[in-house]
């Protein structure tokens, strides 16, 4: 797996990310590589010269409780359909994490329903009162007030998942 910061993407791997990500989230197609927000980086798999995996990464701030945290979040990780089941996506979670250790990232976080696979890999499911900026289609719409539920955490400093307002200081993933 490979990890490059999102202006190092080239054209071909643009295109490549988008059939892959329309692929995996069919209700949820666009005519670009991300679907909210552009991310920060691209944690891309390949088999033969072909895109099987990938997952945006968002490196941020957000504050828990009142406490800042440096999280990781993963946006869209998506597995071709002709290699689930084959172990990709926990492999790719590891290295991810392996990555995560070696900086200054205090959780990996993501948003999924896919709890049995996610606390496999080492992630505990956290639930709470979020808030967040609303976009859709590259307008803002305002800060979202929510409960949500489908909030996973994996502890990479040592540090805590206090409960308490989750603020994203910005938009969710």
């Given amino acids: 797996m490979k990890i490059i910061p999102e202006i190092e993407v080239t054209d071909r791997e643009h295109d490549a990310i988008t059939q892959l990500r329309n692929a995996s989230f069919p209700d949820h197609q666009v005519e670009r590589s991300y679907y909210k927000q552009l991310p920060h980086m691209r944690a891309l798999q390949y088999c033969h010269g072909k895109l099987i995996g990938y997952m945006g990464l968002d490196y941020r701030?957000?504050?828990?409780?009142?406490?800042?945290?440096?999280?990781?979040?993963?946006?869209?990780?998506?597995?071709?359909?002709?290699?689930?089941?084959?172990?990709?996506?926990?492999?790719?979670?590891?290295?991810?994490?392996?990555?995560?250790?070696?900086?200054?990232?205090?959780?990996?976080?993501?948003?999924?329903?896919?709890?049995?696979f996610y606390t496999s890999n080492g992630f505990n499911k956290v639930s709470g009162p979020s808030s967040w900026l609303r976009l859709?289609?590259?307008?803002?719409?305002g800060i979202a007030f929510d409960q949500l539920g489908d909030l996973f955490v994996k502890p990479m400093?040592?540090?805590?998942?206090?409960?308490?307002?989750?603020?994203?200081?910005g938009y969710l993933y």
């Fill in 136 to 141: 859709h289609e590259h307008q803002n719409y």
């Fill in 61 to 116: 701030v957000v504050c828990v409780g009142g406490t800042p945290l440096k999280v990781l979040g993963v946006i869209d990780i998506c597995i071709d359909k002709s290699h689930q089941g084959q172990g990709i996506g926990s492999a790719m979670l590891t290295e991810l994490s392996d990555y995560a250790a070696a900086r200054d990232v205090d959780f990996i976080i993501l948003m999924s329903e896919l709890d049995a």
């Fill in 157 to 169: 400093s040592g540090k805590t998942w206090a409960p308490g307002h989750l603020d994203w200081l």
